[in-house]
C-alpha cells in the first residue's frame, strides 16, 4: 500500500467531501478548490499517472458522471478536466465546473467548510 494522502481518503484515515465511491474508483471535492465544486476522481488502487489505470474507460466514466451531477446540481456552464498530476503522486482527474468565467481564477479559492458540506450534498444527490 502507499502513503500518499489519496491512499490515506481511500483507507478513511483522512477526511474528505466524498460525493462518489464505487469499488474502483472514489470523487470527492477539492480542498483547494479553483471554483466552487472542483472535483477530484481517483483510483482507490495506487496508480502514478491517469494512463496507467488499467480500467482507463471506467475511469473516465466516472469523471463523466461527475460531470453531470456537477452541471445540474450545480448549474454549471461547462466543466473543464486537468490531469496534470504533479501535486500528489496518485492518479487524479481534476473535474471542474466553470460558471460565467471563461479563464479559471489564478490560484484557489476560498469555500467555507458548510458550503463544502451543502456542495457534497448536492451532488451526491445527483449521483445516487
Avoid at 19 to 32: A, G, N, R, T
Amino acid at each position: 500500500m502507499e502513503d500518499c494522502i489519496f491512499d490515506k481518503i481511500v483507507r478513511g484515515e483522512l477526511p474528505s467531501y466524498k460525493i462518489y465511491e464505487d469499488d474502483k474508483f472514489m470523487s470527492f471535492l477539492d480542498i483547494h478548490p479553483r471554483t466552487r465544486g472542483h472535483a477530484l476522481v481517483i483510483p482507490k488502487k495506487h496508480y502514478q499517472w491517469v494512463y496507467d489505470v488499467p480500467e482507463f474507460g471506467e475511469y473516465w466514466e466516472v469523471a463523466l458522471k461527475v460531470t453531470k451531477a456537477q452541471l445540474k446540481a450545480l448549474n454549471a456552464e461547462f466543466i473543464s478536466y486537468v490531469t496534470y498530476g504533479l501535486d500528489v503522486p496518485h492518479a487524479h482527474i481534476h473535474v471542474i465546473p466553470r460558471y460565467k468565467e471563461k479563464e479559471l481564477v489564478p490560484g484557489i479559492i476560498k469555500v467555507p467548510p458548510d458550503e463544502m458540506k451543502v456542495i457534497t450534498e448536492k451532488l451526491k444527490k445527483e449521483l445516487i
